[in-house]
């Protein structure tokens, strides 16, 4: 075969009728292979051609070449073409198939809660205080002015390891301990911590749990701040709509003292099964500091007040979660711990 | 505590106050109503027994009645047997529903008809006694029951511990009426006194040998009284206050101390021996027949009565069965005394008992109200048991109750409420109160709480109780927010800045637990990490008698349960403090509470997959530090109790050590029924958190790195650390990173040998590092590492 035009056509031909990528690459070779390609072959003996027969067939080979290879442009774009329009067929994949599991753990739901909490009160201007688990009974209950006798020592039954060393029974130590440590108001602390009281395990109470209790110290501080401070809290935890009442109550470390509920999520407040009717939900105890409190912690009740509260976590992941039974937190059972 | 909604009516007008309302006013002021049961009674109506017959036919016995319900008679069926001929008797026609939730159908019974329900008083939730059918003592046929007995609301209530003064009706209902702001019906004290001569005082003298303990007595003596049963409506009140009526002198007592919260005791004035009563400790070897039937062991901490010869009740707590009131009795001893709280608690704790009179001393009653109690008493025995009562008691009162008043600058309330009260309506709600209000010259009130009210003795006293009563609904919520010259500036939280592991074990599979801190002592024993262990001196059980000194034993159990719940592969961690007892003072002192960070995770069955998860779990404790961006750890073999002795490691942070990671002994895990291996790692993390630094950044390399491959023959001994620590060495300065990848062991390496390959990355910041150069260097680490190790090299 030496017409380059034949060969031409032949070479486009053999294109339009190619259905791969893999068949133009045979082609490409067969046709324009450096060596051993047809319209390279065209040139052999070019050599014992006349200067104007080689000006003219080296025009021709260039011009089969130059028409090959837009054929074979054009046919792969074709191809392309039609190999992207049918990828919904040729390429598809059973979608509702499962995504392969990841091997992921879980962080624990009172974690979770507790860093809520810890971050809509550090919004607020709250710092996280720790103390230890194993107090005296002096920070536990003396310098909270619940003396030996009182009758509301009976609140904080407690687990002892010898006189005057026991598990706190509230993390309110670690207000006094702050107290004394920053001397100077203003205070604004959150407590969060293990606390033990000797009661027996049950759904709703176990002997150990865990607190979070808040103090503010500084000048002219009312109920209303104390009430203000709460209802932001729990509107930052459960939701605008939620509504927060505090019920007189009795501490010995808060002067006046309360409980406070908060509205229930499921009927808002009109009374339903999950509130026993109440419309509310009790959350924990509250309160203006007792000025005894504040001498303890060193503070001059004089030139300063303050308001405390305190509440379970577990109480709070409860009321958020819908768990019923205080026991699975500590449980580790990991189908429950998983759900979170 | 009980309260019935009927009998507050006693002492304050309820005219358009329902229960409901009653309760919420009642929780608002602080006596939290935390259930409510209403008895309607309103469908019941009352019917006489005309005749009474057995059933002929049924197999159980009952009785076939004609019950006269005012305009017919009806035929009734009941299988108690007390609705004799002339009993009234309540009636629930069918239809009805009885206050129990029964519901009333006309039924035949073996051939007779039977059209209606004579009520036993449980039903009617009037009491829990089972005596049969509720006889009533009046009433007219054909009347709705409550003509005679009105519809009832028990409401379960919490009683603050500062309030004795309400664990009675008169005090709560001194509440509601403040609430309610209408006027009490009742005074608190009584006028009644005695009349009969000669007066009491000489009849009975009283002695008190220690009066912290005991700082008033009352004995009042009652001569000729007829003891027998209560009237009806005494019994219901008991009753539906969980009280069972004996008899009308014991009733009395107990529905004074119902009513007004002072306990009181009768003694039978002929059973004692003699004429004195003695408030002493016990002796040694004293014991008593109490009311409950027990003989009880006194010992001198406790506070008796006695007579001249033997205790004849325990202070405040219980009363002795030889002197008690019997239908025999004619003469009595009336006791309205003030015993010291704590005591009364533990002489109760001592003896496992708890009353309705000690939970009432045990919170501080105050003096004033043994006299208001011992004229009511008095007064009702009088009126219901007949019997006169003698003139000036004994009442010896060696600590009489001391007037605690108050001042208040009334800005107070202001200022802590934080919004207006205005001045008269906070003066209104404390008279209302009963507290007396007296304004100064210098506008600062001078307020005497009423005499019941023990509880109130500083300003912030007083703001509450106007607080409380003016409705803390109506002090609007604040945020605090003023003008501070001074502040803390914000830092992270401890337990925040550790959600950097938390993330870390998350992404690593691990989940997070919250495991108890108190464990069974015994296991901690057992598994020999015991010796700093803090015990418990009166633990709840032996399953929670000591704090852990290790999070891996809880762990370990948490693997257990979750195995045993069909999860095979675990992989579990806990963040939480381990008590360890500072040494030399078990018990004695605070201990260290380092807080721990702690994971476990299954590992397969065979050696290999132990050691590979050993590495997967150094990875992941790597992983932490470094997401704390604290210097990585380093690992020195080492061999501690839970830990498999060739498999244990101790992890090491700039030369202190944090803890240990490796493979748990297998005695360890077939200890807690674990099959197949575990590995797990338990590290001190305050030091992690300590060595913390805010990474800086590095230039990126500018030259590209040369990687070689390196495979190290070398005896089994030779650590891949120890090769790794002198290939860093030989290397110099050009070596940027050098890790083992793989250890082998096989037909290419001798016995007692093995191959541990290494990735070397070489790089100069200055030029792109040539192929000769590199070698060069390669070839200096190989002669090292002969010489060294005696080394070989496989290609
Ligand atoms: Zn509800």
């Known amino acids: 075969m030496n017409d380059p035009s034949a060969l031409t056509a032949d070479a486009v031909e053999a294109i339009g009728k190619s259905q791969t990528s893999a068949e133009l690459e045979r082609i490409?070779?067969?046709?324009?292979?450096?060596?051993?390609?047809?319209?390279?072959?065209?040139?052999?003996?070019?050599?014992?051609?006349?200067?104007?027969?080689?000006?003219?067939?080296?025009?021709?080979?260039?011009?089969?070449?130059?028409?090959?290879?837009?054929?074979?442009?054009?046919?792969?774009?074709?191809?392309?073409?039609?190999?992207?329009?049918?990828?919904?067929?040729?390429?598809?994949?059973?979608?509702?198939?499962?995504?392969?599991?990841?091997?992921?753990?879980?962080?624990?739901?009172?974690?979770?809660?507790?860093?809520?909490?810890?971050?809509?009160?550090?919004?607020?201007?709250?710092?996280?205080?720790?103390?230890?688990?194993?107090?005296?009974?002096?920070?536990?209950?003396?310098?909270?002015?619940?003396?030996?006798?009182?009758?509301?020592?009976?609140?904080?039954?407690?687990?002892?390891?010898?006189?005057?060393?026991?598990?706190?029974?509230?993390?309110?130590?670690?207000?006094?301990?702050?107290?004394?440590?920053?001397?100077?108001?203003?205070?604004?602390?959150?407590?969060?911590?293990?606390?033990?009281?000797?009661?027996?395990?049950?759904?709703?109470?176990?002997?150990?749990?865990?607190?979070?209790?808040?103090?503010?110290?500084?000048?002219?501080?009312?109920?209303?701040?104390?009430?203000?401070?709460?209802?932001?809290?729990?509107?930052?935890?459960?939701?605008?709509?939620?509504?927060?009442?505090?019920?007189?109550?009795?501490?010995?470390?808060?002067?006046?003292?309360?409980?406070?509920?908060?509205?229930?999520?499921?009927?808002?407040?009109?009374?339903?099964?999950?509130?026993?009717?109440?419309?509310?939900?009790?959350?924990g105890g509250c309160g203006m500091v007792h000025p005894q409190v504040l001498r303890n912690g060193g503070i001059d009740p004089s030139q300063w007040n303050g308001y405390a509260w305190g509440f379970g976590i577990e109480r709070m992941a409860m009321l958020k979660h819908d768990v019923d039974d205080m026991r699975l937190f500590y449980e580790s059972d990991l189908r429950f711990l998983e759900q979170f | 505590m009980r309260i019935s909604y009927e009998w507050l009516g006693d002492f304050v007008d309820l005219d358009g106050v329902t229960p409901k309302?009653?309760?919420?006013?009642?929780?608002?002021?602080?006596?939290?109503?935390?259930?409510?049961?209403?008895?309607?009674?309103?469908?019941?109506?009352?019917?006489?027994?005309?005749?009474?017959?057995?059933?002929?036919?049924?197999?159980?016995?009952?009785?076939?009645?004609?019950?006269?319900?005012?305009?017919?008679v009806q035929q009734i069926i009941a299988g108690a047997p007390n609705a004799v001929p002339g009993s009234l008797v309540p009636v629930a026609l069918p239809g009805t529903t009885v206050p129990n939730g029964k519901v009333v159908k006309d039924m035949n019974i073996a051939g007779f008809k039977a059209s209606g329900m004579l009520c036993s008083a449980e039903e009617l939730l009037l009491g829990e006694d089972h005596a049969g059918i509720l006889i009533l003592d009046r009433g007219k046929p054909g009347d709705p029951l409550t003509s005679v007995i009105p519809s009832q609301a028990i409401m379960e209530a919490e009683i603050t511990s500062n309030r004795p003064d309400c664990m009675g009706h008169l005090g709560v209902a001194r509440e509601l009426a403040a609430g309610l702001d209408r006027p009490m019906k009742r005074d608190f004290m009584p006028a009644f006194t005695g009349t009969a001569d000669p007066p009491g005082r000489d009849l009975v003298k009283v002695s008190i040998d220690d009066p912290d303990l005991c700082s008033r007595y009352i004995g009042g003596v009652i001569k000729g009284v007829r003891v027998g049963p209560s009237p009806d409506w005494m019994q219901r009140r008991l009753r539906a206050c969980g009280v069972r009526p004996i008899n009308n002198i014991v009733d009395i007592t107990n529905y004074v101390l119902l009513e007004y919260a002072q306990p009181l005791h009768a003694f039978d004035l002929a059973r004692l021996s003699g004429p004195a009563i003695h408030v002493r400790r016990a002796r040694a070897n004293e014991k008593l027949l109490a009311l409950d039937g027990l003989v009880r062991d006194l010992t001198s901490d406790m506070l008796v009565i006695a007579d001249a010869l033997r205790p004849v009740a325990v202070a405040g707590v219980i009363g002795g069965e030889e002197t008690a009131v019997t239908t025999a009795t004619r003469d009595i001893l009336l006791e309205s005394a003030n015993f010291n709280g704590p005591s009364v608690r533990q002489t109760s704790r001592a003896l496992g008992l708890r009353t309705e009179a000690s939970a009432r001393f045990e919170r501080a009653l105050p003096p004033e109200l043994a006299l208001a109690g011992a004229r009511r008493a008095a007064s009702l025995i009088a009126e219901l048991a007949g019997g006169s009562v003698h003139r000036e008691w004994a009442d010896v009162y060696p600590r009489p109750q001391q007037p605690v008043r108050v001042n208040l600058r009334p800005a107070l309330i202001d200022d802590v409420l934080g919004t207006h009260v205005p001045l008269e309506e906070a003066e209104s709600i404390l008279k209302r109160l009963n507290f007396h209000v007296k304004v100064m010259g210098d506008g600062e009130w001078d307020v005497l709480p009423p005499v019941f009210r023990l509880d109130v003795t500083i300003p912030e006293d007083l703001v509450e109780e106007v607080g409380r009563v003016y409705g803390y609904d109506r002090v609007p919520p604040t945020l605090p927010g003023r003008r501070h010259e001074r502040w803390t500036p914000a830092s992270p939280s401890l337990d925040r800045r550790l959600d950097a592991i938390r993330e870390v074990m998350a992404g690593s599979g691990y989940t997070e637990t919250w495991n108890p801190a108190l464990v069974p002592g015994?296991?901690?024993?057992?598994?020999?990490?015991?010796?700093?262990?803090?015990?418990?001196?009166?633990?709840?059980?032996?399953?929670?008698?000591?704090?852990?000194?290790?999070?891996?034993?809880?762990?370990?159990?948490?693997?257990?349960?979750?195995?045993?719940?069909?999860?095979?592969?675990?992989?579990?961690?806990?963040?939480?403090?381990?008590?360890?007892?500072?040494?030399?003072?078990?018990?004695?002192?605070?201990?260290?509470?380092?807080?721990?960070?702690?994971?476990?995770?299954?590992?397969?069955?065979?050696?290999?997959?132990?050691?590979?998860?050993?590495?997967?779990?150094?990875?992941?404790?790597?992983?932490?530090?470094?997401?704390?961006?604290?210097?990585?750890?380093?690992?020195?073999?080492?061999?501690?109790?839970?830990?498999?002795?060739?498999?244990?490691?101790?992890?090491?942070?700039?030369?202190?050590?944090?803890?240990?990671?490796?493979?748990?002994?297998?005695?360890?895990?077939?200890?807690?029924?674990?099959?197949?291996?575990?590995?797990?790692?338990?590290?001190?993390?305050?030091?992690?958190?300590?060595?913390?630094?805010?990474?800086?950044?590095?230039?990126?390399?500018?030259?590209?790195?040369?990687?070689?491959?390196?495979?190290?023959?070398?005896?089994?001994?030779?650590?891949?650390?120890?090769?790794?620590?002198?290939?860093?060495?030989?290397?110099?300065?050009?070596?940027?990173?050098?890790?083992?990848?793989?250890?082998?062991?096989?037909?290419?390496?001798?016995?007692?040998?093995?191959?541990?390959?290494?990735?070397?990355?070489?790089?100069?910041?200055?030029?792109?590092?040539?192929?000769?150069?590199?070698?060069?260097?390669?070839?200096?680490?190989?002669?090292?590492?002969?010489?060294?190790?005696?080394?070989?090299?496989?290609?």
């Open chain 1, 28 to 283: 490409e070779v067969e046709y324009l292979g450096r060596k051993s390609g047809h319209v390279s072959k065209l040139l052999e003996g070019i050599g014992r051609l006349s200067a104007d027969e080689r000006a003219v067939l080296g025009k021709a080979v260039n011009e089969a070449k130059r028409m090959i290879e837009g054929a074979l442009a054009a046919r792969r774009s074709q191809l392309e073409a039609t190999r992207l329009a049918d990828l919904a067929e040729t390429e598809a994949i059973d979608v509702t198939f499962p995504g392969r599991p990841l091997e992921r753990g879980q962080i624990h739901v009172l974690t979770q809660v507790r860093r809520q909490i810890e971050t809509v009160l550090e919004s607020l201007g709250y710092q996280v205080e720790l103390g230890p688990e194993v107090e005296t009974e002096w920070f536990n209950f003396e310098a909270l002015n619940i003396a030996a006798g009182h009758p509301a020592r009976e609140m904080w039954d407690s687990f002892y390891f010898g006189p005057g060393l026991l598990l706190r029974a509230h993390t309110s130590p670690v207000q006094i301990h702050a107290m004394q440590r920053i001397k100077e108001p203003p205070i604004y602390i959150i407590t969060p911590g293990r606390c033990y009281r000797r009661d027996a395990p049950e759904a709703t109470r176990l002997p150990y749990f865990s607190q979070v209790e808040g103090l503010a110290v500084d000048k002219g501080l009312t109920v209303g701040d104390m009430k203000g401070t709460l209802l932001f809290m729990i509107q930052s935890l459960y939701g605008r709509e939620r509504k927060v009442r505090v019920r007189p109550s009795f501490f010995p470390f808060t002067e006046p003292s309360f409980e406070f509920d908060v509205s229930c999520g499921i009927c808002g407040g009109m009374g339903c099964k999950s509130c026993r009717h109440k419309g509310w939900l009790e959350v």
């Open chain 2, 522 to 795: 015994r296991k901690l024993e057992a598994l020999r990490i015991a010796a700093h262990a803090m015990r418990v001196s009166n633990p709840l059980s032996d399953d929670m008698d000591t704090l852990r000194t290790s999070l891996l034993p809880s762990l370990i159990e948490a693997m257990t349960l979750n195995r045993d719940r069909g999860r095979l592969e675990v992989r579990i961690y806990e963040i939480a403090e381990a008590y360890l007892a500072r040494v030399g003072e078990r018990n004695g002192a605070q201990p260290e509470e380092p807080l721990r960070l702690a994971a476990i995770a299954s590992a397969g069955e065979t050696a290999d997959e132990g050691r590979d998860a050993v590495y997967r779990l150094k990875s992941v404790l790597d992983g932490c530090v470094a997401a704390m961006a604290a210097p990585p750890c380093a690992y020195d073999r080492a061999s501690t109790e839970l830990f498999h002795p060739g498999r244990c490691a101790a992890v090491m942070l700039d030369g202190r050590q944090l803890g240990y990671i490796g493979e748990l002994h297998p005695t360890v895990t077939a200890g807690a029924g674990i099959d197949g291996r575990v590995v797990a790692f338990e590290i001190d993390v305050e030091p992690v958190v300590a060595a913390s630094r805010i990474p800086r950044a590095q230039p990126l390399p500018r030259f590209p790195g040369v990687q070689r491959d390196l495979a190290v023959i070398v005896d089994e001994t030779v650590a891949a650390g120890v090769l790794q620590a002198a290939i860093k060495e030989l290397a110099g300065d050009l070596l940027e990173q050098v890790r083992a990848f793989d250890e082998y062991r096989g037909t290419q390496v001798p016995d007692g040998h093995k191959s541990v390959a290494f990735t070397l990355t070489f790089r100069s910041p200055e030029r792109t590092l040539t192929d000769a150069e590199v070698d060069k260097v390669m070839s200096e680490i190989k002669q090292g590492l002969e010489k060294r190790h005696r080394a070989r090299f496989r290609e």
């Open chain 2, 21 to 72: 309302d009653a309760a919420e006013v009642l929780t608002r002021l602080g006596v939290e109503v935390e259930s409510m049961t209403v008895v309607d009674l309103s469908q019941i109506v009352i019917g006489k027994v005309l005749e009474q017959k057995p059933h002929p036919k049924s197999r159980n016995p009952l009785w076939i009645h004609q019950v006269d319900l005012g305009d017919h």
